[in-house]
């Protein structure tokens, strides 16, 4: 997923939620932008990756539709739970 930019993110959110049957559940585990840039450890490659902050990630989900929270972070790695109604 931090191969993406946002909005590409924000597109296969969407399409994702069209794959899955009413209560289906999206894990994503990915590198993320931490809120304190120290904890940026993770090494990325400039131009290719493309790491979004949990928040931003929260909002496109659920403007995918999901109920979506993060239950997992530690510095610049998250794991999010996105479950449908």
Do not use: N
């Not at 840039?37 to 490659?45: G, K, N, S």
């Not at 403007?63 to 999010?80: H, K, M, N, P």
């Amino acid at each position: 997923m931090h191969h993406l930019d946002g909005d590409e993110k924000a597109d296969l959110f969407r399409r994702v939620r069209t794959c899955l049957a009413a209560g289906g559940r999206f894990v994503l585990g990915d590198v993320v932008i931490p809120l304190d840039p120290a904890a940026a450890v993770t090494e990325l490659t400039p131009g290719y990756d493309k790491p979004d902050s949990v928040a931003d990630q929260l909002v496109w989900l659920r403007g995918a539709g999901f109920s979506a929270e993060v239950t997992w972070q530690r510095g610049d790695l998250a794991v999010i739970v996105a479950d449908l109604p």
